[in-house]
């Protein structure tokens, strides 16, 4: 057999694992191999009813490259304006540094799938057939090609003649995304004004009397790592524990659970800060959804980005870490007096961000998971194709929750579905929730925001960061695949890792210790004094369902509304030493 693309035989067939080829499978090779001489997309079809118009891929390219308007775009350039001209020019000559293999195993996965098949309803074939397998071939053979991941040659490799764009569908794709990020922007809008109310009713702390929180604390500590293997389970994984010299003992013990893909360096940041404070921290990596699940993807030892036995892992995970630390306090000399495992605080980060609010008491809600997942191919809620893997339990009662765990702050956590209202409620602990207005990877209206209007406690706490995104507040690990870039990460990541770090030492001081000094750093007047424009912080005690409601149906605000990010353009981790 003969490959239909000189650079995809070249390349992706010569670079391909054979566990990869074997997931790939026969359908990527009738997508792309074959014995009919080479072809690739020629001329882009935009339908809009009865109406049909077609544009030469090269005159597209052209533009790209030169910002020329050939007398092909002349009739559509003439509507846009100059400033849209220029995104656009902008857009087609983005490049995303994503070799062939990785995204090859992601286009596998079923939340690869259902990407496509979103895109596939918009994006057709020339004969009007679903874009489906051809936009997974011509990613797979751009980002195999030396020109690299590019729109213009996306649509140079699409492998028909012609790529039809059904522009209602596309209409109806824009409106749907309009609708939601004018809700958000209402709903941050709106949060940031109601903290601001409750600041300018409360005293400001006088600058003679103030801490620094976000600053390093009195404590030197010692780190050391472990190797546990569950009692009950096949499971083994990696922990760090910092342990801090000269504070009182024995310590409260904060557990801090990274996200899907991360792993303990992370967090380390927040892990060393809080040592310095007197906490013992530990910090312990969960396989099947770490930087080496993501590795493993990209070679062909894993099958998926997480299995949905993941969901029970990560809480059962801490839980046997506990366990395991109250053991060795008791047995070994070196950790004698040294933990206190009645007071337990746990952070996490998106599937951390689960993790900790499941400990804290919340099950998961396999009714509203089948409600929402009825309409995961429709949302734009990207998370949801995370969450709904859980469906692949077994339906048995998960109940995580941990006595010994007495407050729990979520960083960016995907909860809307997997916990739900009912389950959020019986959260009975301290709880703060850390949203991103520029998330896109879990809205915040709807993973933080309308989450943090279901929880009962009695003290609640809702983290606005103006500009933050699903990465700001992660660091970059040497074990980590991809390296988000700098749109993705956002403005000013060390400014907001110094929010967190402020932020989860006055709560846990606050909840573990009851050291009432800390409170008023968990004030909205104190969050509104230490916030900078670039990235800009809030804080909320209060919000109910019908304020929420209220805040969405009220007229849009002047201001300039915080726009999601452009899609992420993963870059390859750089060389360890």
């Known amino acids: 057999m003969k490959c239909l693309f000189p650079s995809f035989s070249a390349t992706v067939c010569r670079t391909l694992p054979n566990r990869a080829l074997k997931h790939l499978g026969l359908l990527a090779f009738t997508a792309v191999c074959t014995a009919a001489p080479a072809f690739g997309a020629e001329r882009i079809y935009v339908t809009y009813g009865p109406l049909e118009v077609s544009v030469p891929i090269e005159s597209l390219a052209l533009f790209a490259e030169t910002g020329k308007i050939d007398s092909n775009l002349d009739g559509f350039a003439q509507y846009a304006k100059k400033e849209q001209l ?301 969450q709904c893997r859980a469906r692949g339990l077994n339906r048995s009662q998960y109940n995580f929750g941990d006595p010994r765990v007495k407050a729990a702050i979520a960083i960016n956590p995907i909860i809307s579905s997997i916990l739900g209202e009912t389950n959020l409620s019986k959260i009975q602990i301290p709880v703060m929730v850390i949203a991103g207005s520029a998330d896109t990877v879990a809205p915040a209206l709807l993973e933080q925001i309308q989450p943090f209007t279901w929880l009962t406690s009695a003290n609640k706490y809702l983290v606005m960061m103006n500009n933050g995104t699903h990465f700001s507040t992660i660091d970059q690990s040497p074990q980590s695949v991809f390296r988000p870039p700098t749109a993705a990460i956002g403005p000013e990541p060390a400014l907001a890792r110094r929010y967190v770090n402020g932020l989860s030492l006055a709560f846990m001081k606050s909840y573990l210790n009851n050291e009432s000094q800390f409170r008023p750093y968990l004030e909205p007047v104190y969050a509104q004094t230490i916030s900078r424009d670039s990235l800009g912080l809030r804080i909320l005690r209060s919000l109910t369902p019908v304020q929420l409601q209220q805040l969405l149906t009220s007229s849009p605000q002047p201001s300039r509304p915080a726009s999601p990010p452009p899609i992420p353009e993963a870059q390859p981790a750089p060389a360890r030493p």
């Open 86 to 386: 220029a995104q656009i020019q902008l857009a087609l000559q983005a490049r995303a540094e994503i070799k062939a293999v990785t995204i090859a195993q992601f286009l596998y996965t079923p939340q690869g799938e259902v990407l496509l098949e979103r895109l596939g309803r918009i994006i057709q074939t020339k004969a009007r057939q679903p874009g489906f397998y051809a936009i997974r071939a011509a990613l797979i053979l751009a980002a195999a090609d030396p020109e690299g991941l590019t729109a213009i040659n996306v649509l140079r490799k699409f492998p028909t003649y012609g790529i039809r764009i059904d522009i209602a569908r596309s209409l109806g794709v824009a409106n749907e995304l309009t609708t939601l990020i004018n809700r958000s922007n209402r709903a941050i809008a709106g949060i940031v004004k109601l903290s601001e109310a409750e600041a300018a009713a409360t005293p400001a702390i006088p600058d003679g009397e103030m801490l620094q929180p976000q600053l390093p604390g009195p404590y030197t500590w010692k780190k050391s790592s472990i190797t546990l293997t569950s009692p009950n389970r096949d499971r083994t994984f990696p922990v760090d524990i910092y342990l801090p010299n000269g504070s009182p003992r024995p310590a409260p013990v904060v557990v801090i659970s990274h996200g899907l893909g991360s792993d303990r360096i992370s967090f380390e940041y927040l892990a060393k800060h809080l040592a310095s404070y007197g906490f013992a921290v530990a910090v312990p990596e969960h396989p099947g959804s770490n930087a080496q699940q993501i590795q493993d993807l990209i070679t062909g030892r894993a099958r998926d980005v997480s299995e949905p036995a993941e969901f029970v892992d990560r809480p059962l995970d801490i839980k046997d870490l506990l366990d395991y630390l109250t053991k060795l306090s008791a047995t070994n000399p070196a950790y004698r007096g040294q933990l206190d495992l009645q007071r337990v605080g746990v952070i996490g980060q998106s599937f951390g961000g689960y993790t900790a609010l499941a400990l804290g008491g919340a099950e998961i809600n396999f009714g509203q998971l089948d409600k929402d997942c009825r309409l995961e191919n429709e949302s734009w809620n990207i998370s949801l194709l995370l």
